[in-house]
């Protein structure tokens, strides 16, 4: 089994479709689909990043036993990008309890636990961050294949892994205003963003593991 765990609004759908493709793989299956019967055996298993019951400053532990355990993918995204689809869908559905419509502090406080996890996961070879959407930034894509391939051994998968260019944009919210500032690194327009301010107070403790990630000069970041 390969274990993919991920922070909300990272392009999850996109990563779990980009597994699904390889034709070693026999399907995924999501947290919520765990007690549904009838199941077939999957080959990729995912859940959202949680807290921890007993120290909500850190992972659940039965995320670390898993990740410690299988092959683990955690897909990563640019979290003002992130922030930027969760405002979006938030405003145009009006869920703001659900999973994927968690109080923004929670959203950014769940990062922080992402970047927790890199002292946990230290020296499991079998642990891969992917920073999905560096595939866009200049200068990157010639790489990313080579990254994505890298990838799949890492955790198992033996043919050729997909393009990312091939898998489109699942689970898009396509086009609009707030996506077209971040695109545009336009600031003025981000400062409307639910959660850009929280954030920023997170840099501390996110640059540095972003950074490791290889993101550079993110928006939101100090100068």
């Known amino acids: 089994m390969i274990f993919c765990l991920s922070e909300i609004h990272v392009g999850t759908v996109s990563v779990l479709s980009w597994l699904g493709a390889h034709e070693d793989c026999d399907g995924v299956l ?3 689909e765990v007690y549904q019967s009838g199941r077939e055996p999957a080959t990729v298993y995912h859940e959202h990043v949680r807290p921890d019951d007993r120290d909500p400053s850190r992972i659940a532990r039965s995320q670390v036993v898993l990740a410690w355990a299988s092959p683990t993918i955690i ?14 869908r938030a405003a145009h559905t009006g869920q703001i309890s659900t999973e994927l419509f968690r109080p923004v502090e929670d959203v950014v406080d769940r990062w922080r636990l992402l970047a927790e996890t890199e002292e946990r996961f230290e020296g499991f070879e079998h642990i891969r961050y992917l920073a999905w959407d560096l595939a866009s930034h200049a200068g990157y894509p010639a790489t990313f294949k080579a990254r994505l391939w890298e990838t799949a051994q890492a955790v198992g998968l033996t043919d050729p892994a997909p393009s990312r260019e091939g898998l489109g944009r699942e689970n898009s919210s396509g086009d609009y205003r707030l996506r077209d500032a971040y695109q545009n690194g336009d600031l003025e327009a981000l400062a409307e963003v639910e959660g850009l301010a929280y954030l920023r107070d997170a840099e501390e403790d996110l640059r540095p593991f972003l950074e490791r990630r290889g993101y550079r000069d993110l928006l939101w970041w100090s100068p």
């Not at 897909?75 to 979006?88: E, I, K, M, W």
């Open 30 to 32: 999501l947290s919520t």
């Open 75 to 88: 897909p990563l995204r640019d979290p003002l990008a992130a922030l930027v689809s969760y405002n979006h």
